[in-house]
């Protein structure tokens, strides 16, 4: 199978880079075209795929085209791409944040067969939570393709295109918020007196635990969160804080506020 890529930026690097590394495609068989033209050779030079001259050369040698540009970018990109994407009926697959299935169809003024997916930049380390969803013309072949390079940079998720948003809001934006978390947690034991990338090499290794603990043990994050928690102990005295400093209502802002940006997005 042959892979194009309009755009190799973070996300869509993201994604050729971990399914080269994942074995799941050769990386002689991506093609890759991006704004940046010298960027565009560098990665090619380094991870062996293919170069493009034009947006026509990637689309005639690709299987799947994938649209790894931002949403702003759609309308001029669609304008220049339609008439080749018709000509050659390739899967379009679009990773586009608050563009919905419907709007890209109404650019390109037909129906492709076309998979809209929501990867998050864990994809790199083979580690991504994925949505992924298709319009009436996508058959279940093309959703089982996509969904296997996607289960090959990590786990992928059948969901709604009308809960997209809501999956963006908790797996594509919370990548930054646990950087945030560990930075924090960092910054708390260097206000104490410890090293700081030593603080951050331990938060991080304990958020990674937790996660883990979570997702073998089959409890609910509350009760693990009690199994922590000794009674007038330290834990149950920071739980306490954050509670007070509105940590759980901030987080939950952040997911609501993530969803009206979305839309928001949409409607441009």
């Known amino acids: 199978m042959k892979l194009g890529f309009i755009g190799a930026g973070n996300m869509a690097g993201a994604i050729f880079k971990g399914i080269i590394a994942s074995g799941a495609e050769k990386a002689?068989?991506?093609?890759?075209?991006?704004?940046?033209?010298?960027?565009?050779?560098?990665?090619?030079?380094?991870?062996?795929?293919?170069?493009?001259?034009?947006?026509?050369?990637?689309?005639?040698?690709?299987?799947?085209?994938?649209?790894g540009i931002k949403p702003a970018g759609f309308p001029a990109l669609l304008e220049q791409i339609k008439d080749k994407l018709e000509m050659h009926k390739p899967?379009?697959?679009?990773?586009?944040?608050?563009?919905?299935?419907?709007?890209?169809?109404?650019m390109l003024g037909f129906k492709p067969s076309l998979i809209r997916i929501m990867p998050n930049i864990n994809a790199e380390i083979l580690m991504s939570a994925t949505a992924y969803c298709g319009n009436s013309n996508a058959s279940s072949e093309h959703l089982d393709i996509v969904k296997n390079y996607l289960n090959a940079i990590g786990?992928?998720?059948?969901?709604?295109?009308?809960?997209f948003a809501v999956f963006t809001a908790i797996a594509g934006c919370s990548p930054a918020y646990v950087y945030m978390f560990i930075d924090a947690l960092a910054k708390g034991a260097l206000k104490l007196g410890m090293n700081k990338q030593q603080a951050l090499d331990i938060a991080a290794q304990a958020v990674m635990g937790s996660s883990a603990m979570y997702k073998k043990s089959g409890l609910h994050p509350a009760e693990l969160t009690d199994k922590?928690?000794?009674p007038g102990g330290t834990t149950i005295e920071g739980v306490c804080?954050?509670?007070?400093?509105?940590?759980?209502?901030?987080?939950?802002?952040?997911?609501?506020?993530?969803?009206?940006k979305d839309a928001l997005l949409n409607k441009k």
């Open 28 to 67: 002689q068989n991506i093609y890759i075209i991006r704004n940046n033209r010298s960027l565009q050779d560098k990665q090619a030079e380094e991870l062996g795929v293919v170069s493009c001259d034009s947006y026509d050369e990637l689309i005639e040698n690709s299987d799947i085209v994938f649209l």
């Open 155 to 163: 786990t992928a998720y059948e969901v709604p295109e009308d809960k």
């Open 228 to 230: 922590v928690c000794s």
């Open 241 to 260: 804080t954050l509670d007070e400093y509105k940590f759980t209502a901030g987080v939950v802002k952040a997911v609501e506020n993530s969803v009206i």
């Open 91 to 106: 899967l379009v697959v679009s990773m586009a944040a608050g563009m919905s299935m419907q709007s890209i169809q109404d």
